[in-house]
């Protein structure tokens, strides 16, 4: 099992939609949690990351960490046919107090936007 | 400014040939980082530099792959008797320090071995 899971979609919405994405982990270790986005043929850049449980807004986008229950969400409000890409969560561990930059990724959830 | 950069864009090779993969990144970030991705997957941590020393190489597959950062800046990813399995785009990113949260992309370079 990995040790982290997301579902690969792929996910196809009408532009306004609220797209909810999601994803599951195993190791407790991980305290930090990112979102990246990946459109075709680029490297992924980051959306937004939030450190340990709770919220966090930015514009139209909120992410959400519920560690209880190791499963973190994006949620973008008013989804654009610009939003269209490949959404890939990311996580890494805690050691000796900093941060630690190996990143684990979910497998990316394949999102299309209708206009 | 200018992202990171990473050279060739593409690669062809031949199994059992060596390659080399060029990671330029952002200007003053100290830490730089190797992934690879394989078609449908997300990117797969293989080895991160802080300066010129490797501080975590544990994702690397095997004793084939290799990589350097000597003047703690550019750094090359290298790869003896290719294997067909090794075909992915490897990804490089930067960050400020290894504390930075935000890594930075560059394109990546699609390998494939025939």
């Known amino acids: 099992q990995k040790e982290v899971e997301q579902d690969p979609g792929p996910l196809s919405v009408p532009e306004g939609a609220i797209v909810s994405l999601n994803c599951t982990y195993s190791n407790s270790a991980f305290q930090y949690f990112m979102w990246y986005r990946q459109y075709s043929r680029k490297g992924p850049e980051l959306l937004m990351y939030?450190?340990?449980?709770g919220n966090k807004e930015d514009g139209r986008f909120t992410a959400q960490v519920d560690k209880s229950s190791k499963y973190i969400s994006l949620f973008i409000r008013d989804s654009q046919p610009s939003d269209s890409a490949t959404y890939l969560c990311?996580?890494?561990?805690?050691?000796?107090?900093?941060?630690?930059?190996?990143?684990?990724f979910g497998q990316g959830t394949i999102l299309t936007v209708h206009p | 400014g200018a992202g990171v950069s990473q050279t060739p864009s593409n690669k062809v090779t031949e199994k059992g040939k060596y390659v080399e993969l060029r990671c330029d990144p952002i200007?003053?970030?100290?830490?730089l980082y190797w992934y690879r991705q394989s078609l449908g997957q997300g990117p797969e941590f293989l080895i991160y530099?802080?300066?010129?020393?490797?501080?975590?190489d544990s994702g690397l597959p095997n004793d084939r792959f290799f990589a350097v950062r000597p003047e703690g800046s550019v750094s090359t990813l290298k790869i003896q008797r290719t294997e067909r399995g090794d075909s992915a785009v490897y990804l490089c990113?930067?960050?400020?320090?290894?504390?930075?949260?935000?890594?930075?992309f560059g394109p990546g370079t699609r390998l494939t071995v025939l």
């Open positions: 990311a996580m890494s561990g805690n050691a000796g107090g900093t941060s630690y930059g190996k990143l684990t």
């Open positions: 200007s003053g970030h100290t830490a």
């Open positions: 530099f802080q300066g010129t020393g490797a501080a975590d």
């Open positions: 990113a930067s960050s400020l320090t290894s504390d930075s949260h935000e890594q930075f």
């Open positions: 939030t450190y340990s449980s």
